[in-house]
């Protein structure tokens, strides 16, 4: 009896099964549209957070020094006679001797040499006529030294001064001259240098008249230490401390005999 069994009496009337299947379908539909939709939206920003400090970077990078602001040139300064009488009387006059020693030793001097003239040219006035000799003549100043210097007027001073030079002639020895004295007229130039004024005002030196020495007999115990160890004695004087100066002939390394004083204790 149960080899023909009726299912489909058993089914409740209706189609159900159907409206099942569609439901599912559906449900699955929607949930792959949802999924596609949420993938397509932007992702949302975290949330802010406190920031954090950055360590401070050190460049390594040379920074180039700021290029100084342009300054406007500047005239020279004038010295002023009011400038030059608040400078030590002493160290001006100083300046001023060294200078008329030194336009001397080229003033006197004579080599025929370029160098020479131009030199002496810069020291002279404008305008005056350099010095001139012969041809072989040779002159070289032996010493120079200042004897006086005399403020004559306001920057303006006369120096005094001797000055002895060797003369050579047609290639033969150098000879040496006479002593010479000169004034020279120096000024002191708007710079606060000193220059010459004027050409030289020369004239025969005066080594003076020689002083009388009033010499007198030694004690020979002196007198034989001092033949021992230096030369023979001419004569000495006391002092009033008890010493002896005793004027002897020194014999120098040149060979030459010179006179000269001892002092014995």
């Known amino acids: 009896m149960y080899e023909r069994i009726p ?39 975290p949330l802010a957070t406190a920031p954090v400090a950055a360590a401070p970077v050190v460049s390594t990078v040379p920074v180039a020094p700021a290029s100084p ?99 050579a002639r047609d290639d033969g020895p150098f000879v040496r001259q006479a002593p010479r004295s000169a004034i020279v007229e120096i000024r002191i130039g708007g710079d606060g240098s000193p220059v010459v004024g004027l050409p030289p005002v020369l004239a025969k030196a005066n080594p003076g008249a020689p002083q009388p020495l009033n010499l007198s007999g030694v004690p020979e115990e002196i007198r034989l230490q001092v033949e021992a160890s230096h030369g023979q004695v001419v004569g000495g004087e006391q002092m009033i401390d008890g010493r002896w100066k005793v004027v002897v002939l020194v014999e120098g390394s040149d060979g030459v005999v010179r006179p000269a004083t001892v002092i014995v204790p």
Request: proline content about 9%; charged content about 15%; overall charge negative.
């Open 69 to 167: 602001l342009p300054t406007t040139p500047t005239a020279p300064i004038a010295v002023t006679e009011a400038d030059l009488f608040a400078v030590d009387p002493g160290s001006l006059k100083d300046a001023v001797a060294a200078h008329a020693e030194w336009f001397a030793v080229e003033y006197f001097s004579y080599d025929g040499s370029d160098q020479s003239a131009l030199t002496l040219g810069s020291m002279l006035p404008q305008g005056v006529p350099l010095p001139e000799a012969p041809p072989a003549v040779q002159v070289f100043v032996d010493w120079v030294g200042v004897t006086e210097v005399v403020e004559v007027a306001p920057v303006t001073f006369e120096v005094s001064l001797v000055v002895r030079s060797l003369v």
């Open 7 to 45: 299912w489909e009496t058993l089914e409740k009337p209706g189609n159900d099964r159907q409206w099942v299947v569609m439901a599912v379908a559906g449900a699955v539909a929607l949930g792959a549209l949802a999924f596609t939709f949420m993938r397509s939206q932007p992702v949302p920003a």
